[in-house]
Every structure is written in structure tokens, then in C-alpha cells.
């Protein structure tokens, strides 16, 4: 079973727990005590259809996946329980991961620093594609300069496990936003770790039950639906997305996605990923500009978030002020192609 779209649709076989074709959603947050060994007590602690979608992501990624209720749930589970000293974060990075570090660097937590202060026991924070602006890190070389004691964190939302798989790269840690792609139809949220040592996956299962950042049963059940069809969603959306780079070149100043040969991790990501995936930022000369073109869409829809099957625009300083004041970022869904370049075509000026 290599193949992730028998993956993602057969490896949670196994933990069924009932003979339904279709995993039952199972609301109950407590069981009758059994008298028999390893029987489910009470949901914070064990979940059947959330340990289905750890088996399933787990499996889609190489390693051990824990789920969270949310990406940034996910974020702080793993700094929480790494107790780094020093964290280096990348430059374009999820502005909610940088509020995070930053606050926790303002209180004494940790310090923020670059990669090349980072000692045994500190985290490496990379976003490879970043948000928003698609940049993209070597994985192979930011695992050889971490060498051994130096915690290594991918930020792979933007990519999926269809596209990037960090941990054959010898990264230690993949975060998922699973509320974009995984879930895939911006209905869900949640989030999971997948770790390439069990013995840390037990950790954070066990600070999840402490702490009780656990999922809720029907988001994990629409998660565990919305996975199925990942690897067809992500590959069909990645091919839009990279006509639409190509159209874009020609109808605004910049454009970044990694598809394209101009972009500064183009070769990289052609090495390291199984496509270029179905985020595409733009930039226009104004802020005024942009905004004007996302409001004059009217199959994109202006809204935040990404990774769902209906395409998105958003003026991106809406939600993150670090954002260049022209920039786009438009998620790519599984409309027709034609029609998101029509709808392109109308709302940019000339
Ligand atoms: N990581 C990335 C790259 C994201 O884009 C996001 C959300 O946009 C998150 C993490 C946080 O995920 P969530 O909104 O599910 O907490």
C-alpha cells in the first residue's frame, strides 16, 4: 500500500471499531468501564476516530501523527513540549507562528535568534512553501547543519504530504494546519504533528490529554472524510495553480510560486517536492490595486485561509500586517481553470 491514494483511504482499516463502510461520528465523551485490559475510558484520553486520522496522516507523512483541534494548537503543543532555550524562525513565516514565538520570547520563555546560535535542544523553525510567498527552504542541508541535538520543525501546511515528506529528509517534526488541505473544505479545523520518534509521540499524546487540546468528534470525523480525497484535491489544484503562476506573469508586476523558473527556490523545490502546490501570490504596484482587483473577483471568493476546494483571494495585509501592502494570495480550489482565468482576467486592471 504505497500509493497515498490507497493510503488515504485504507489505513485506518485496521481501527474500525464497528463494520460500517463509513467511519461512524462517535459523540460519546465517556465509556462504561470494561473489565478488561486497554479498554477506552474517557475521550480526552483515547479516540477511535481520532486515532483513525493519526493512522491515516501518520502513514501519508512516514511517521507518528498526533492531531490537535487547530494548526496553532499543533505549533504550541510542540514548542511546549520542547522547552526550547532559542528558537530560529524563518523571515516569511505563518504570521499567528510568529505572534506565538514572539510573545513567548517577550515573557522569557525562549529567545529568538538565527540559525547559526542554535545549540542541542533548540528548535530550527522552517515553512517550506512559506506563507505567503512560497519560499522555499532546502531540507536536506537545513538537516545536515542541524546535525544531531538541534530540533528540527517543517511547517508543511502548504505542501501536504502529497507534495513533501520532511522526515525522509531527517527532519524530526511535520506540522500540518490540517484545518487547509487535509481537511479540504473549509468546514474543519485542526491540526497535527507527525514525528519520526514513537517515544515522543507518546509525550505529546500524553501533554494532550493533560492539557486537553484534543479534537472535537466531529471535526476529526469531517477530517478524517476531507483526507480521502487529498491526493486527488492537491494534485488536480497544484496543476491549476501552475497554469494560473504562468497566466499571472504576464498580467501583473510579480508573482510568486515556485512553480515558475524565476522563483528563488524554484530548483530547490523541484528537487525536494512532488509539485509546486496551489498557493500563488501576486503583487501589485499598490495596495489600493490590490485590493480593488480581489474585490472585483467574483469566483474567488475574498476571504482568509487556503487549501479548501472553492478558490480564494485575499489582499493579504487584512490578516497579516507584515505582508508586502500589494501582495494577493490566492488558494487555487478545483474550479474549472478556464474560469479562475477569466475571473483573473476581468478583475486585473488592462
Ligand atoms: N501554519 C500555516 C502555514 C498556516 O497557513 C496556518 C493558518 O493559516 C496555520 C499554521 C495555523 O492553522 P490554524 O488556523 O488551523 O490554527
Request: net charge negative; hydrophobic share 40%; aromatic share 4%.
Amino acid at each position: 500500500m504505497d500509493d497515498q491514494r490507497t493510503v488515504a483511504i485504507h489505513a485506518d482499516d485496521e481501527l474500525a471499531e464497528l463494520p460500517d463502510v463509513a467511519p461512524a461520528i462517535r459523540p460519546a465523551t465517556t465509556f462504561e468501564h470494561q473489565d478488561k485490559p486497554g479498554g477506552r475510558t474517557y475521550r480526552r484520553a483515547s479516540h477511535e476516530t481520532v486515532e483513525r486520522l493519526e493512522a491515516v496522516l501518520g502513514a501519508l507523512d512516514g511517521g507518528h501523527a498526533v492531531v490537535y483541534p487547530s494548526g496553532m494548537a499543533a505549533i504550541a503543543a510542540i514548542v511546549r513540549r520542547l522547552r526550547p532555550r532559542r528558537i530560529a524562525l524563518p523571515d516569511d513565516v505563518y504570521h499567528g507562528t510568529r505572534l506565538f514565538v514572539d510573545e513567548g520570547a517577550g515573557h522569557g520563555d525562549w529567545s529568538t535568534v538565527t540559525p547559526d546560535a542554535l545549540e542541542a535542544g533548540d528548535i530550527r523553525w522552517i515553512e517550506t512553501p512559506s506563507n505567503p510567498k512560497g519560499l522555499i527552504t532546502d531540507l536536506d542541508r537545513a538537516a545536515a547543519e542541524c546535525g544531531d541535538g538541534i530540533v528540527t520543525v517543517v511547517d508543511a501546511t502548504f505542501a501536504t504530504p502529497v507534495l513533501l515528506r520532511p522526515l525522509e529528509f531527517g527532519i524530526d517534526v511535520v506540522v500540518h494546519a490540517a484545518t487547509k488541505f487535509i481537511a479540504g473544505h473549509s468546514d474543519a479545523m485542526g491540526g497535527a504533528l507527525v514525528v519520526r520518534d514513537l517515544e515522543l509521540a507518546a509525550k505529546l499524546r500524553s501533554d494532550r490529554t493533560r492539557d486537553g487540546a484534543v479534537p472535537g468528534a466531529l471535526e476529526s470525523w469531517l477530517t478524517l472524510r476531507g483526507v480521502r480525497t487529498l491526493p486527488i484535491r492537491v494534485r488536480h489544484q497544484t496543476e491549476t495553480a501552475g497554469r494560473i503562476a504562468t497566466w499571472l506573469t504576464d498580467h501583473v508586476p510579480t508573482v510568486w510560486y515556485a512553480g515558475l523558473p524565476t522563483h528563488p527556490g524554484h530548483e530547490v523545490a523541484a528537487k525536494q517536492m512532488d509539485g509546486f502546490g496551489a498557493i500563488v501570490s501576486f503583487e501589485m504596484d499598490t495596495a489600493d490595486e490590490a485590493r480593488e482587483a480581489v474585490d472585483r473577483l467574483r469566483i474567488f471568493r475574498n476571504a482568509t485561509s487556503l487549501g479548501g476546494v472553492e478558490s480564494l483571494a485575499e489582499h493579504r495585509v487584512r490578516s497579516d500586517p507584515a505582508a508586502p501592502p500589494g501582495l494577493v494570495r490566492l488558494s487555487i480550489g478545483l474550479e474549472s481553470p478556464e474560469d479562475l482565468i477569466e475571473d483573473l482576467n476581468d478583475a486585473l486592471p488592462g
